[in-house]
């Protein structure tokens, strides 16, 4: 594998349609009919198109470079061919797709036909992620998944038969009906399917989802009765760590592992805070910009009639968001993202957050150096009462989670908001 690319963009592509819909979902995907996919994708082509013009409008010169590109959702290989290959036809017409760059698409097992292997394929994709969930045919079926275990082990074959061999397979620890025992039989058939990378996410549910509705009020269409402990879950989750790492998938954050040079090189983009491109429903972006700050109208410097301006040039963050996440509405809507710069001290909390996530941890002097030690000291001292906690390790250079602390990741990252006076951690809204 090679490196990312300094000056490069990574390109994020939402396509959020599923054939149905998992019990523990609330991601904004659902089931559409083949109409709704192709108006989706000619929307997507459209934004693609006017990326360029957008960016200019906010400062941002977007690089021409592209060197990850990731459909997720949903579930992208439901698009028909013809419409992924447009899409694709797109995305290499309006950006410069590095040689060896990293083309990954989420595919749901069971449901990839030969002329869509065939379309990705000729698209130039070289990376899948499969969402296996379970290799458990019931727990799979209770969460509504409609794959068998001999269903993705063919997916796998097929993918490697046609030469994509950079696989990624995701588990979730939690579903209902899981047991240890059946958590350990997923795990075996995993690392005995060879996949280089897997992702292991502890089940969440939210409250807006199905299984989540039924959780509160006891009900049990959806097993929510069978829901295994917050303790099983952690359980589990410390077992794939260890059972993983030992077959050679060793964890490079929270929720991933991999065999060496298979770390998913956009996801990395994500965490160390380099720039990426989101396009579609749900999607947002993070792209760095010169922005230009007036600090002073007129600084009477002594000699009257001779006023000088003073301005600030800062390399700045920008993040745009999609505003709904309802398919109708974003269809209709010309201007679906809104946009605002991050204040120097939103981004130190997302690089302390983000950079938390990876087991190569935070570089203090990194920080100090892009953000300035005073606005760093007060996250040493909530690094000190983390350490103290058994949350975090710091040796005074470099500041990692403990196996306590990624279980326990969203109480750490809270540590490391709030840390400035409101008025400095407020989004800039962009001028008009
Ligand atoms: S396939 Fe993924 S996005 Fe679609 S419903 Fe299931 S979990 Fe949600």
């Not at 458990?136 to 001999?150: N, P, Q, T, W």
């Not at 998913?264 to 983009?269: D, P, T």
Request: negative net charge; hydrophobic residues 45%; aromatic residues 8%.
């Amino acid at each position: 594998m090679t490196g990312i690319h300094s000056d490069a963009l990574g390109l994020y592509i939402s396509i959020p349609f599923c054939r149905s819909k998992c019990t523990y979902c609330n991601f904004a995907s659902g089931v559409y009919p083949a109409s709704e996919h192709a108006r989706y994708v000619h929307r997507l082509i459209e934004d693609i198109h006017a990326s360029r013009a957008w960016a200019a409008r906010m400062g941002v010169e977007l690089p021409r470079l592209v060197d990850t590109v990731y459909l997720g959702g949903g579930t992208p290989s439901l698009l028909a061919p013809d419409l992924l290959a447009s899409l694709f036809a797109a995305i290499r017409a309006g950006f410069s797709l590095a040689p060896d760059a990293e083309i990954t698409v989420e595919c749901a097992p069971g449901q990839l036909a030969g002329e869509t292997l065939a379309a990705l394929v000729a698209a130039g994709v070289n990376r899948v992620s499969l969402g296996v969930q379970s290799f458990i045919d019931r727990e799979a079926a209770v969460s509504g998944r409609l794959h068998s275990r001999a269903a993705v082990l063919d997916d796998l074959r097929r993918l490697r038969a046609s030469a994509i061999a950079n696989l990624s397979v995701d588990l979730i620890a939690g579903l209902p009906d899981q047991t240890f025992a059946s958590w350990q039989e997923s795990l075996a058939v995993l690392i005995e399917s060879g996949v280089p990378h897997a992702s292991v996410y502890m089940l969440e549910v939210d409250e807006d989802s199905r299984l989540g509705r039924e959780m509160l009020a006891q009900g049990s269409r959806y097993h929510a009765g069978l829901v295994p402990s917050d303790d099983a879950i952690a359980q589990m989750y410390s077992f794939a760590i260890e059972t993983l790492s030992r077959a050679g998938l060793a964890q490079y954050e929270i929720s991933n592992f991999c065999r060496p040079g298979f770390a998913s090189r956009h996801n990395l983009r994500y965490w160390k805070r380099r720039p990426y491109l989101g396009l579609g429903l749900d999607a947002s972006s993070m792209l760095r910009a010169q922005q230009t700050k007036r600090l002073s109208p007129a600084n009477w410097m002594g000699a009257p009639g001779l006023a000088f301006e003073t301005w600030e040039s800062t390399s700045s963050y920008i993040l745009r968001s999609t505003t709904t996440d309802d398919l109708a509405a974003f269809l209709e809507n010309a201007e679906p993202a809104e946009t605002a710069w991050l204040s120097p001290a939103r981004q130190h909390e997302e690089a302390w957050f983000l950079g938390l996530r990876m087991n190569a941890g935070v570089s203090v002097a990194e920080l100090v150096r892009e953000f300035g030690s005073g606005t760093v000291a007060p996250a040493l001292k909530s690094v000190a009462r983390l350490v103290e906690a058994g949350l975090v390790i710091s040796d005074g250079e470099t500041v990692r989670l403990t196996p306590q602390g990624q279980l326990l990741s969203n109480d750490v990252f809270q540590e490391f908001l709030d840390l400035a006076p409101e008025e400095d951690r407020a989004r800039m809204e962009t001028p008009a």
